[in-house]
């Protein structure tokens, strides 16, 4: 039987935790497409690249659990609930099938009024303010529009509340106990579930009576493969799952997409310009404008290139799977990494560049090799609010471009900081100034 050749031993940079792109992409040279780092109590490995990405994500996408990874391995477990990151297989699969009309591109016209409305608010208030740290208010607005169109909240005291649930059952993932029961914890975890019960029962009672057209109303009426609804338990859990997974991935990328539109005055004029060509004098986009609009579409893969929000995707290996000349082993803990596979200089002309054009005619860098841009992941599985969060930025970017300059405020520390997910860690402060 021929030998398998052990996969390389390899060591994080320094500057992996805030530089982390050109950091793996360094390791992808030094090590090839796939190394293990010795941990505290065990190893695990990194994969990068298009063709690692392929394997993980499609070919032998069986082979590896998104459950163990985003659930034992990443900690996002019992507190929030069942939601399409815990499961796996004909579950998933399932489940995936309830919840995919609810975000279907057709669909998606129905939330546009209700972000542009909490856009526009928001940006009204940015205005008088004058000066705003982007990534914090972005934090804000995401979180509107997600509790409005996603769980149906009425703006005000119900998305406040649940604005507050949300952050106490997040803080509670830092605590999770390490082993054993903690009673405490799960007391705790118990009472916020309590108080998410009592937010959500009545909205989904009321869309059981009537269903309505945002997507707990759509979910209410989702049946499985023998015929039976979602309880309203397996409801909330979606709810939370997909408000972790939606929340502070679509802000983070927000703040560092005006943060980069803000430094390249060229590439803003031609955003502007297609703007005024497809917009003409109507006040408001629609979602086929928006669809339109390709120099600030390729201007936003750049940054979801750059500064992917989720910087590794999380998986437990669950049979040997072949990979080169290497077996991954039955038990491993493997990340697949989006960011590292977005710096490679062999798919990417000069890498740490931010230049949109990349992603246009004749060049497509990311479709000349299939699994080269995954910020939303790929396959399957991709990422189920990848349309809605475009939609949502760049429905904040066209309001805000259109009557404002940006203007990053000077001497700050802007830095990413690379942890689960990955976010400005000091902010980006931005100065708005009225357009002439
Ligand atoms: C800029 C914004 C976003 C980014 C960068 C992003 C990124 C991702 C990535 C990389 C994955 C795949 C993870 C893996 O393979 O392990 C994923 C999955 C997922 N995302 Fe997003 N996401 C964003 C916004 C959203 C939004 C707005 C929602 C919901 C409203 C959402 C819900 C989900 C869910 C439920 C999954 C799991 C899908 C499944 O396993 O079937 N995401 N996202």
Known sequence: MAR????????????????????????????????QIPGLADHYLFVIGPEA????????????STAVGWGEILGLGEHLGQGLLSMDGVMHGDHRRMLNPAFAV??????????????QEAVTDWAVRGTVDVYEEAR?????????????????????AFARLYSQLLELRNAVPVQGRDVTWHLRRD???????????????ARRARPTDDALGMLVTARDREGQPLSNEQLIGHMNTLLVAGHETSTSLIAWFLYLLSLEPD?????????????????????????????????????????????????????DVPFREHIIPA????????????????????????????????????????YALVGFGGGPRTCIGINFAKLEIKALATHLLRHWDLTPVPGQDIRQ???VSAVPINGIQMRLTPRA
């Open 106 to 119: 057709g669909h998606l016209s129905e939330y546009l009024q209700v972000m542009q409305r909490i856009i």
């Open 191 to 205: 009472q916020l579930w309590e108080q998410l019960k009592e937010l959500l029962t009545p909205k989904i009672e």
């Open 4 to 35: 398998e050749a052990t996969i390389p031993l390899g060591r994080l940079p320094k500057d992996y935790r805030t530089n982390m792109g050109p950091a793996m992409a360094r390791c992808y040279g030094d090590y090839g497409p796939i190394f």
């Open 140 to 160: 804000k607005l995401t979180f509107a529009i997600a509790a409005e169109t996603l769980a149906g909240l009425s703006p005000g005291s119900e998305v406040a």
């Open 267 to 319: 590439y803003l004029a031609r955003i502007r310009e297609e703007q005024v060509a497809i917009l003409g004098d109507h006040s408001t986009a629609t979602a086929e404008d928006l669809q339109r609009m390709k120099t600030l579409g390729n201007a936003l893969s750049e940054a979801e290139r750059m500064y992917p929000p989720i910087p590794n995707g999380a998986r437990g290996v669950l049979v």
């Open 331 to 370: 038990g491993a803990k493997l990340f697949y990494s989006i960011v590292g596979s977005h710096y490679l200089k062999d798919i990417w002309k000069e890498p740490e560049r931010f230049d949109p054009d990349r992603f246009a005619p004749p060049r497509e860098e990311d479709t000349q090799t299939p």
């Open 53 to 64: 990405n392929r394997m993980v994500l499609h070919t032998h996408r069986e082979a590896f």
């Open 417 to 419: 900081r690379y942890d």
